[in-house]
Antibody, heavy 120, light 111 residues
Framework: QVTLRESGPALVKPTETLTLTCTFS??????????VSWIRQPPGKALEWLAR???????YYSTSLKTRLTVSKDSSKSQVVLTMTNMDPLDTGTYYC????????????WGQGTLVTVSS | NFMLTQPHSVSESPGKTVTISCTRS????????VQWYQQRPGSSPTTVIY?????PSEVPDRFSGSIDSSSNSASLTISGLKTEDEADYYC??????????FGGGTKLTVL
């Protein structure tokens, strides 16, 4: 059974850097073809893809957020880490990680999500 | 980047059939696979259709997906509507530059 779980701070201040960790089980990010993505959802709004990291350490980022995002992995710990710099209240939302298919960007399954609020 | 446009909301009665559209603004809808996700309130999204028209084994066959190159759009059709189908539905695709786009979501009400 594949599971993913996001963890990180529930509250960050404007201009601070957010660091989120995705801990997963049921698959290995060392295995060819495996990928993990981050997706977020502001309250009451649509989903927005942020980043993807592949088993071979290739990384892909949202064009609009590229300058603020960094994704990394620790395959031995089954973890993927997302950092987002210069946080703004508009970045408030639920952040999800999801296993991702390399050939079609299918996100399945998703973690339960973690709500991040940006406020002073 | 391209956009995926969905109706904001649709509603239908139990037992009926509803279709949700997803129109791609640029680039061919047939050029990259389309996925559909169901998101119930307070829950994470789950896949109901992947690779345009494939259904995960756990999803009832009342759910089906298709693409139409003439309108450059994808569609999710749910037949025999049940109250449990009430949720937000998102289409999603990508392009050759690995840009991923979600549609704006459609709220399905089963009344």
């Amino acid at each position: 059974q594949v599971t993913l779980r996001e963890s990180g701070p529930a509250l960050v201040k404007p201009t601070e850097t957010l660091t989120l960790t995705c801990t997963f089980s049921g698959f290995s990010l060392s295995s060819s073809g495996m990928c993990v993505s981050w997706i977020r959802q502001p309250p009451g709004k649509a989903l927005e893809w942020l980043a993807r990291i592949d088993w071979d350490d290739d990384k892909y980022y949202s064009t609009s957020l590229k300058t603020r995002l960094t994704v990394s992995k620790d395959s031995s710990k089954s973890q993927v880490v997302l950092t987002m710099t210069n946080m703004d209240p508009l970045d408030t939302g639920t952040y999800y990680c999801a296993r991702t298919s390399r050939h079609a960007f299918r996100f399945d399954p998703w973690g339960q999500g973690t709500l991040v609020t940006v406020s002073s | 980047n391209f956009m995926l446009t969905q109706p904001h909301s649709v509603s239908e009665s139990p037992g009926k059939t509803v279709t949700i559209s997803c129109t791609r603004s640029s680039g061919s809808i047939a050029g990259n696979f389309v996925q559909w996700y169901q998101q119930r309130p307070g829950s994470s999204p789950t896949t109901v259709i992947y690779d345009d028209d494939q259904r995960p084994s756990e999803v009832p066959d009342r759910f089906s997906g298709s693409i139409d190159s003439s309108s450059n759009s994808a569609s999710l059709t749910i037949s025999g509507l049940k109250t449990e189908d009430e949720a937000d539905y998102y289409c999603q695709s990508y392009d050759s530059s690995n840009h991923v786009v979600f549609g704006g979501g459609t709220k399905l009400t089963v009344l």
